[in-house]
């Protein structure tokens, strides 16, 4: 795997190293993984049904870097509000992240067989469970997000709408559709395919942060540079996908490797190449973490820590 690790500006510049960045990331990571772990069996005061259940949890607890629910806890403790308090919101942002995975993989969709090194969930279970266990982890979610205690109801509200807006349709249910439209056309273009991930993958990649910052109770500007940081992350985050996709193994990446020229999906390596879409990735997570350059304190670093191990990671 090529090395992305550059230096665009003092901001990027960042204090923690990436062996300091992943420790960091897995010790957030595991607290996030272990509120999981008990979230579905108290979801509605019930046990679901067992099959239901099942594959729930087998989506849900799979594993990942849990980016998504770390970047809203890391955003929260950057103005003042530790990580429990957001602990339910930021859980149900991951459930989201899985929901979409669950559809993504369908074969209406894109019919994958591995996920995370484990067959999908349709394939572990069948098409049906799969559906209803995405749609039970995506109204589930919103019960968690308003199950939030201790924060003014009214932050509680706003931070449960831009994650609403992320996940719906003019954020990551809009960017699918675009991208099932735009698989096997000729002639997308950049633009086009910017606006289309934009929505598909960085909204929810951007949501976290504004909702973590509104939790805190942020002001305007503060949320504006957090919103900031979480839409140029994105668009690193998902160059980076399109390059793994061409340059990765089954084994690190958990899942088949040339699905997207397989499918004749319009990426960024097939418009622009390895080196221009690696410049670009790296660009990008620059302007990142130069949205940050104005907060200081380990939340800041490992934040800014992040951007750059979003282009350096192998899966």
Same mark, same amino acid.
């Given at each position: 795997?090529?090395d992305? &690790?550059?230096?665009l500006?003092?901001?990027? &510049?960042?204090?923690l190293?990436? !062996?300091?960045?992943?420790?960091?990331?897995?010790?957030?990571?595991?607290?996030?993984? &272990?509120?999981?772990?008990?979230?579905?069996?108290?979801?509605c005061?019930?046990?679901?049904?067992?099959?239901?259940?099942?594959? @729930?949890?087998?989506?849900?607890?799979?594993?990942?870097?849990?980016?998504?629910?770390?970047?809203?806890?890391? &955003?929260?403790?950057?103005?003042?509000?530790?990580?429990?308090?957001?602990?339910?919101?930021?859980?149900?942002?991951? $459930?989201i992240? +899985?929901?979409?995975?669950?559809?993504?993989?369908?074969?209406a969709?894109?019919?994958?067989?591995?996920?995370?090194?484990?067959? !999908?969930?349709?394939?572990?279970?069948?098409?049906? +469970?799969a559906?209803?266990? *995405?749609?039970?982890?995506? !109204?589930? /979610?919103?019960?968690?997000?308003?199950?939030?205690?201790?924060?003014?109801?009214?932050?509680?509200?706003?931070?449960?709408?831009?994650?609403?807006?992320?996940?719906?349709? $003019?954020?990551?249910?809009g960017?699918?559709?675009?991208?099932?439209?735009?698989? /096997?056309?000729?002639?997308?273009?950049?633009?086009?395919?910017?606006?289309?991930?934009? @929505?598909?993958?960085?909204?929810?990649l951007? /949501?976290?942060?504004?909702?973590?910052?509104?939790?805190?109770?942020?002001?305007?500007?503060?949320?504006?540079?957090? *919103?900031?940081?979480?839409?140029?992350?994105? +668009?690193?985050?998902?160059?980076?996908?399109?390059i793994?996709?061409?340059?990765? !193994?089954?084994?690190?990446?958990?899942?088949?490797v040339?699905?997207?020229?397989a499918?004749?999906?319009?990426?960024?390596?097939?418009?622009?190449?390895?080196?221009?879409?690696r410049? @670009? /990735?790296?660009?990008?997570?620059?302007?990142?973490?130069?949205?940050?350059?104005?907060?200081?304190?380990?939340?800041?670093?490992?934040?800014?820590?992040?951007?750059?191990? +979003?282009?350096?990671?192998?899966?």
């Amino acid at each position: 795997m090529q090395d992305f &690790s550059f230096a665009l500006s003092p901001a990027f &510049s960042p204090a923690l190293a990436m !062996t300091e960045v992943k420790a960091l990331l897995q010790k957030e990571a595991a607290a996030v993984e &272990s509120w999981l772990s008990g979230c579905l069996r108290a979801a509605c005061g019930e046990t679901p049904p067992p099959l239901l259940l099942q594959a @729930m949890e087998y989506s849900l607890l799979a594993g990942g870097k849990r980016i998504r629910p770390v970047l809203c806890v890391l &955003s929260a403790r950057l103005f003042g509000l530790e990580g429990a308090a957001v602990m339910p919101f930021a859980g149900a942002i991951e $459930c989201i992240h +899985t929901y979409s995975l669950i559809h993504d993989d369908l074969p209406a969709m894109d019919d994958d067989d591995l996920r995370r090194g484990k067959p !999908t969930c349709h394939k572990r279970f069948d098409e049906a +469970t799969a559906i209803l266990a *995405g749609d039970a982890l995506l !109204t589930d /979610a919103f019960g968690f997000m308003l199950s939030v205690g201790g924060i003014p109801a009214e932050r509680v509200l706003a931070a449960a709408r831009a994650v609403a807006l992320a996940a719906g349709s $003019c954020g990551m249910v809009g960017g699918q559709s675009l991208d099932m439209r735009y698989t /096997a056309k000729s002639g997308v273009s950049l633009e086009e395919l910017a606006r289309m991930h934009a @929505m598909k993958t960085g909204a929810l990649l951007r /949501a976290p942060c504004v909702a973590g910052a509104v939790l805190a109770g942020a002001g305007a500007g503060d949320v504006e540079a957090l *919103g900031r940081y979480g839409a140029f992350l994105g +668009t690193a985050f998902q160059i980076a996908d399109d390059i793994l996709d061409e340059t990765g !193994t089954p084994e690190q990446l958990g899942k088949a490797v040339g699905r997207d020229a397989a499918l004749r999906k319009t990426t960024y390596p097939s418009l622009l190449g390895l080196e221009e879409s690696r410049r @670009m /990735a790296r660009e990008q997570a620059g302007k990142a973490a130069d949205a940050l350059a104005l907060y200081a304190g380990e939340a800041a670093a490992l934040l800014r820590g992040l951007a750059e191990y +979003t282009v350096n990671r192998v899966s």
